[in-house]
């Protein structure tokens, strides 16, 4: 009996706890859009990597339709006493360079992905997203711009 309840009361936790990490999340998120709301064709993305035993990360990105960098924040760790920090280092280049640089040093040393540190996987996630959507969305804008009767 005293099992069900301490695995209740972990479950209870568990949930207050992922409840205040998602308000910071959203937090965070919004902060960002409104800095840059109004400012067309610029973009937010995401990527994340959770691990099981060791600490997780969430990266967001500001990047614009030339596929520049104009913003990078990181969450690294595994309590709720995280929060987004600036990564300066990304700041003002292409996302296929980042992706790039994070392949060459990874897929050239045959480092699994598991072993890759958890903030570098996010990372390209958010740059993979990032070349993709703004790759759509300038395809879909030639398309429309071509359809344009002269």
Avoid: W
């Avoid at 990372?123 to 429309?144: D, I, P, Q, Y």
């Amino acid at each position: 009996m005293n099992l069900v309840i301490i695995a209740c009361l972990i479950l209870v936790a568990n949930y207050g706890l992922t409840f205040i990490q998602i308000k910071n999340y959203r937090k965070s998120t919004e902060n960002l859009i409104n800095k840059y709301r109004g400012n067309k064709d610029y973009y937010l993305f995401s990527g994340q990597s959770r691990r099981a035993l060791k600490s997780g990360s969430i990266v967001m990105m500001i990047v614009d339709k030339d596929y520049i960098v104009k913003e990078c924040q990181v969450m690294r760790g595994v309590s709720i006493l995280s929060s987004f920090r600036e990564l300066d280092t990304y700041k003002g280049m292409h996302a296929g360079d980042i992706l790039a640089q994070l392949h060459e040093e990874y897929d050239g040393n045959k480092i699994k992905k598991s072993k890759i540190p958890a903030m570098n996987v996010a990372l390209m996630t958010a740059a993979e997203n990032a070349l993709l959507t703004v790759a759509k969305k300038n395809a879909s804008t030639a398309v429309k711009v071509q359809r344009i009767p002269s």
